[in-house]
């Protein structure tokens, strides 16, 4: 027998019978019919956040952390442009969510009414897709394409904007949930060409120099298995970029850490010298290749994606591979099984690869860059603050981050073994992602522990949810790599602008930050010394503040930079190595 | 290089919008556009006329392709094809130049479809060389109004585009 739901509850129902179990989302006139539907059920709970968006970054995270969709509710007008934001972030990094936006009546569109916003507009260039809901009885059916659109190809959000007359409680349709979806016009790839994968399986087993560059692209695609399987059976070396940390373990010796602008002297002289790079979910982002024109020349290009818009957009790959991933690598993986047929690697030339990249990695590793800290200027460092963090949560919690030096040397010092475990926004690049972002996953996992390091500078920009987090108790570790300053413009402004502080500096001006998280109930400490730092990470990480939220405002010394970093229109391997030479 | 690229949509509020911000988007470069149903009224048919090097003409095709809407992209320049576009041009027309417009028209195969004291309006309709030639022909003093259609095309032989 078929029920009889309005439009608002149609719109809830589907969602659960789609799995969802958490709407972030914020209310407002355009929404109020749905709102009351979700207050007559029990199934889905709704996340009262403070700005909407926030309630984007929530919905990100959650989707990160996990795969799945995550879903977002606000009303029209200015609810549906605050989330703006939130969505062109999810873009950018290809995240499922799917946002819902109320919007004006269908008989005052396109009047100006009170807060009316061509929503659908608004987002085109930042969503997968989009819908106007125009009969209520659709409801289910959008919901069914546009989740399905949003979690399959290459992910991304997708806007529903529904406006009020569609769900209006005293109208009331036949409840229809399609099985399936059907879409003529979309058939994402799975399997890569099978000539591509034998002509790349040669390629790769005839290289001396290859380099594999993983992206976030295998993370969305759960990939990473495959991958690891590959590269451990080549020995070969792997980079990851800033979205596709944990893709391969941080801690392995074939790991030569991220690459890019702030990536690693052995990762970027690897990708610079390689005579072949295969490249996984990436996109060789300008992060990535510095000048486009000097990256890689001696390298042939094997490019994996699941958008065959990603493949040659910006360095011309030669063989291009479209496909899953996933689906891909284990055709590899079966290819070279085939192709070697009980033979064993030859790996003479890659033992004398291995030799070059090793004495890179010694000469000017990681930590060349931290030889301030043991000269001893007493100030804390913000790469010691990261390892003292690491130690603590054993390398195994969720580290979500902002934007600005804090969220490079998380990247750079936090070692991730496991994908899913770093979430950060790599292509808007969004300060205030952070807290929001680590909320989402706290919900998803309401037992593991997820740590937020941030900015000053970025927290600020969303730390109204810190109210939100007393609503929901959510136990989530804030470190504030504090250096009151705007740390990254400031450094640029060091490096290209005679040192002249344009508007990056605040310091007389913070807040004191332990008291401010007293006020909204939470623990605060702060830590001006590693000693300091230790005691109150070792604290904040214990079974007393389990349950409690915590802030360490870590007063980290406001000069150190980031480094390396890519020299302006350079090579991958052109880079300033530290603040002296 | 001049690009002819037909284009199958889903005949949907909103779908051409987003082909056309997807070239501003993109910093793509559109010289005609044109659209309408096709016999089936479920799909549009896009005739688009672009310029780029190859790269950039896979790229387009890549990001249209990318439109959920989009149901298939070819590029007709590909292959043999044929283009048409309609122009109709309002010139003046004293009566001691009407005998020489005339003769134009009929060279281009025009057709004078309306007719003033001292205007014509002359339709046309032929690849866009051919129109332009026409103007030129005609010469831009003597025009008062060009509207033109933008491109049409379709493939020579029997290669068809359908679902
Ligand atoms: C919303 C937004 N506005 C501006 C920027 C440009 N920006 C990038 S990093 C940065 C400074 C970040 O400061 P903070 O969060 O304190 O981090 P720090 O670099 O000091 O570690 C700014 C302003 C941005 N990424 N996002
Ligand atoms: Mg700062």
Known sequence: MTEMLSGGEMLIRALHEEGVEYIFGYPGGAALHIYDAIFKQQAIEHILVRHEQAATHMADGYARSTGRPGIVLVTSGPGATNAITGIATAYMDSIPMVVISGQVPHDVIGTDAFQETDMIGVSRPVVKHSYLVEEAARIPHIVKEAIYIATSGRPGPVVIDIPKDTTDPNELFEYDLPDSIELRSYKPAIKGHVGQIRKAVRALLESKRPVIYVGGGVVQGNASSELCSLAHKLNYPVTNTLMGLGTFPGTDSQFLGMLGMHGTYEANNAMHHADLILAVGARFDDRVTNNPSKFCPDATIVHIDVDPASISKVIAADIPIVGQCKAVLAQMLKNLDEELNGREIDSEPIDAWWEQIDSWRESFGLDHGLHKAESGSGKLLPQQVIQVIYRATEGKAYVTSDVGQHQMFAAQYYRFDQPRQWINSGGLGTMGFGLPSAMGVQFAHPHSTVVCITGEGSFMMNMQELSTCSQYSLPIKIVNLNNQALGMVKQWQDMQYGGRHSHSTYADSLPDFVDLINSFGHVGFRAETLPELEEAVELAFSDKHRSDLVFIDALIDPDEHIYPMFVRGGAVNEMVLNKYD | ?163
């Open chain 2, 1 to 163: 290089m001049r690009h002819l690229l037909s284009v199958l949509l889903e005949n949907e509020a909103g779908a051409l919008s987003r082909v056309i911000g997807l070239f501003a988007q993109r910093d793509f470069n559109i010289e005609t556009l044109t659209a309408a149903p096709t016999e089936d009224e479920t799909l549009s048919r896009l005739t688009l006329v672009t310029t780029g090097d190859d790269r950039t003409i896979e790229q387009i095709t890549k990001h249209l392709n990318r439109l959920i809407e989009v149901v298939k992209v070819i590029d007709l320049t590909d292959n043999e094809h044929i283009e048409r576009e309609l122009m109709l041009v309002k010139v003046r027309a004293e009566a001691d130049a009407r005998t020489e417009i005339k003769r134009t028209c009929d060279i281009f195969r025009g057709q004078i479809v309306d007719v003033t004291v001292n205007t014509y309006t002359v339709q046309l309709i032929g690849p866009t060389d051919k129109l332009l030639a026409f103007i030129e022909a005609i010469g831009t003093s003597r025009i008062l109004e060009v509207v033109r259609s933008g491109v049409s095309g379709i493939s020579r032989g029997t290669k068809v585009l359908s679902v």
